[in-house]
């Protein structure tokens, strides 16, 4: 995770605004360096204005103020074809009038490679997502995954400095497109491709990125490698939008640097870990993973608080078991436990104390 | 399991394929009732009229009903014979019966076609026939000396046998000199090949100035939000709700001399009061006309190609390093092939055959060959011959198809 350490933005947007109306703002005050190397993603709901900075990176929109720097250099002027910027679209946009292999050789022959050049560069970035027997077939004869490959060999075959990517794993099923991440990933690391990701899927965010940017209401609510993002959110969109999350409201009863002791809404008081909370009294939601809560006081750290908790529903999903459970008022409490050999079997009505460590349980603002 | 070389069977051991064809009888046949009407529709009001036109174009029985005794001379006597004494006899026993049948008018007019006066000749010479007497030779010349012409009995010749391919030839300006070789007519007399050329040439550069107009138009239509293309796409079908006669009539007015468009430029002072410009009754208006009405038919087309044809497309383009007009012309432009194409055959087809605007503001130069076309069979009741120019029309057409077919490939055909 070198890449992320980098503080030479390759890529750098400052200050940048979007407005299409003039009237709301798109994109607000974004700032965000991306280094060379590096594999960002942007997640976020959909109209988070992600796909809009994207565009304007890619040249398609303008920014409405601020500058986006490329190697150094302003590009805001910069029409798209002259950026060198590869890019991966949603519905793959392979010309359907073309080969694939003139498909490929597009971007080449705009640039005046000669024939043999051309040819060469077709073959290599072919070869590269295993698709060498394709040149001469037509879109239309190439499954979903296929056209995925060549699309992303056309994105590459000009040598580009940034390959862009929007959502282009959207449309493939499951499998398929655990796969292409996969395939994605690799082709960053061999090529020391910078990449930055569109999505709105955030598994795919977590198992592909260097870091995430989580977009909503055009700002990036946090910015950092995936397993901060979902062990250590920054504000309760971010711990609600990626991956499953219990939510407890509460005051602030005391607080330390490392420590806050917050009193639920019910009376129970319970440790967390302060994120965005600066005083006593105030207004939090306290947010603790499901499958970091704990049910078996040995599992639990020594004088850790322990709340009381009604069995409502208990799901066999195979690896785990998911259970629902009332918890201080709320019934939607969720833990999640491993299917081991010997796990405690809970029964809907059963009375159980749960608890966790403090570090799991974060107060945030309340949403 | 059932064994893959035996004849399938169902599970109570009938043959597959029968009880396939069982099963889907009735759907069929409903199929079939449901198709019968336009079918039968189709056979009545297109296929018979088309093909009586085309036999009308070869075979005109006219003369050769009303004559059977020059019939029989001709077979007996090859082209180049004497007019002789049996030829007259035959000619005044076929003008015997053309009096009792009352047949000298139709069978006159079919010689006029190719000798003009012979239809008067004709009904003449079989009111007097009985005042003829032997010897012929010498009695019928007497009568009217017309009737030594070597041209008439060329044409009387060629007439009596129903079957004929004159009809085609006059289509083309040509026509038989006495001895019965293909030549071209005088050169005054010259129009149809001419017209065929005029027709051609107008009809391709309507083509392409709707082609142009057109292609703007119909990207904007794909491009817009739906609330405005659909206003747009009104705008553009407004021409089709109104009475053809209105939008061409409305021409007369907007651009005839003392027209709308003529005032304003003097008004303005671009053109002096004596320099009105000519505009109407001539090539122009036509043209004017011709593409106003049918520019929607080029637009459908075009915009039925064009609106699915994501933005997406233009944007790999640009991003790949075409500039705008590379990526228009490499990515875009290829894509809208089947709908200028289609666009392009209609509205081609369509003024190879229009009738009624150039009629009204075509004036003399403006004319072509439908309007021809007409003349023959409303004024000079000369049906073989319009079926003739209408064949070779129709002829011109399914060649045009065929070309099509061969360069662009009749399942690209997008209409809409």
Request: aromatic letters at 8%.
């Amino acid at each position: 995770m070198t890449a992320t350490e980098t503080d030479d933005g390759f890529v750098e947007f400052d200050h940048v605004q979007k407005s299409y109306d003039g009237e709301t703002l798109v994109v607000k005050d974004l700032n965000l360096s991306i280094g060379k190397g590096e594999f960002l993603t942007m997640l976020g709901p959909s109209g988070s204005g992600k796909t809009t900075c994207l565009m304007m990176l890619a040249g398609f929109e303008t920014a409405t103020n601020g500058a986006i720097r490329l190697d150094g250099q302003n590009i805001n002027e910069v029409p798209p074809h002259k950026r060198g910027i590869g890019m991966v679209f949603q519905n793959y946009a392979l010309f359907p009038h073309m080969s694939v292999g003139e498909n490929l050789s597009f971007p080449l022959e705009v640039r005046g490679f000669g024939k043999s050049e051309r040819e060469a560069k077709v073959r290599r970035a072919l070869d590269m997502v295993q698709m060498g027997d394709f040149a001469f077939r037509r879109p239309a004869q190439l499954s979903g995954g296929q056209q995925q490959r060549i699309a992303l060999a056309r994105a590459l075959v000009f040598d580009p400095k940034l390959v862009l990517m929007d959502e282009p794993l959207g449309a493939l099923d499951k499998q398929l497109r655990e796969h292409m991440q996969f395939e994605i990933k690799r082709l960053h690391e061999n090529l020391g491709l910078t990449v930055v990701y569109v999505t709105h899927d955030q598994g795919e965010a977590l198992t592909m990125s260097d870091r995430v940017a989580v977009f909503n209401d055009g700002r990036i609510q946090q910015l950092a490698p995936p397993e901060d993002l979902y062990e250590r959110p920054d504000n309760s969109f971010v711990a609600q939008f990626i991956g499953e999350n219990n939510k407890l409201p509460g005051t602030v009863e005391e607080l330390s640097a490392d420590k806050a002791l917050v009193k639920l809404d019910t009376g129970e008081l319970i440790d967390c870990t302060p994120v965005n909370v600066a005083d006593r009294g105030q207004r939090t939601l306290v947010s603790i993973r499901p499958e970091r809560v704990e049910f078996k006081p040995e599992m639990m750290p020594p004088g850790a608080h322990t709340i009381q908790a009604e069995v409502l529903e208990v799901i066999y999903m195979g690896d785990i078991f998911r259970t629902r459970m009332l918890v201080a008022g709320s019934d939607e409490f969720v833990m999640k436990s491993r299917n081991t050999l010997g796990q405690t079997k809970l029964v809907p009505g059963q009375h159980i104390q749960i608890g966790w460590h403090p570090q799991d349980a974060r107060a945030l603002d309340p949403l | 399991m059932t064994d893959a070389t035996a004849m399938l069977t169902t599970n109570d051991g009938q043959p597959l394929k029968a009880a396939l064809a069982r099963s889907q009888r009735r759907a069929r046949r409903n199929a079939l009732l449901l198709v019968a009407p336009l079918f039968l529709f189709v056979l009545i009001t297109f296929v018979i009229p088309i093909g009586q036109m085309l036999s009308q174009s070869v075979y005109n029985n006219n003369f050769s009903v009303a004559a059977p005794n020059l019939g029989a001379w001709f077979d007996d006597h090859p082209q180049g014979s004497e007019i002789d004494e049996t030829a007259f006899a035959a000619l005044v026993a076929d003008l015997q019966y053309m009096k009792e049948e009352k047949l000298s008018g139709s069978a006159g007019t079919r010689i006029n076609y190719d000798i003009s006066g012979s239809r008067s000749l004709f009904t003449g010479s079989a009111r007097k026939v009985d005042d003829l007497t032997p010897p012929y030779a010498i009695s019928v010349p007497a009568l009217d000396e017309k009737w030594t012409d070597p041209n008439l009995w060329r044409a009387m010749r060629s007439a009596s046998s129903p079957l004929t391919g004159d009809f085609y030839l006059a289509a083309l300006d040509l026509t038989r000199d006495e001895a019965g070789v293909i030549v071209q007519v005088e050169p005054r007399q010259r129009v149809y090949k001419m017209l065929f050329g005029r027709t051609l040439m107008l009809s391709a550069l309507i083509t392409g100035i709707c082609l142009v107009l057109a292609f703007p138009i119909a990207h904007l239509l794909a491009t817009l939000p739906l609330a405005k293309s659909n206003l747009l796409m009104i705008l553009v079908l407004l021409p089709f709700w109104t009475s053809l006669l209105v939008r061409t009539t409305s021409w007369i007015v907007l651009l005839q001399q003392q027209g709308v468009v003529n005032s304003l430029l003097v008004s303005l002072g671009i053109i002096g009061d004596d320099g009105r410009i000519q505009m109407i009754y001539n090539q122009m208006g036509t043209i004017i006309a011709m593409t106003h009405i049918l520019l929607p038919f080029m637009v459908l087309p075009l915009y039925s190609v064009m609106r699915p044809i994501p933005p997406s497309y233009v944007r790999a383009a640009r991003s790949l390093g075409a500039s705008s007009w590379t990526a228009f012309r490499r990515i875009y432009l290829p894509q809208t092939v089947p709908g200028m194409a289609a666009g392009a055959l209609l509205v081609f087809i369509l003024s190879v055959g229009y009738y009624i605007t150039p009629a009204l503001v075509g004036g003399a130069d403006g004319q072509l060959i439908s309007n021809l076309i007409a003349f023959h069979m409303q004024k000079s009741l000369n049906w073989s011959l319009a079926a003739a120019l209408a064949g070779l029309l129709l002829f011109g057409v399914l060649v045009l198809y065929w070309l099509y077919d061969k360069l662009v490939g009749i399942d690209n055909l997008k209409l809409g």
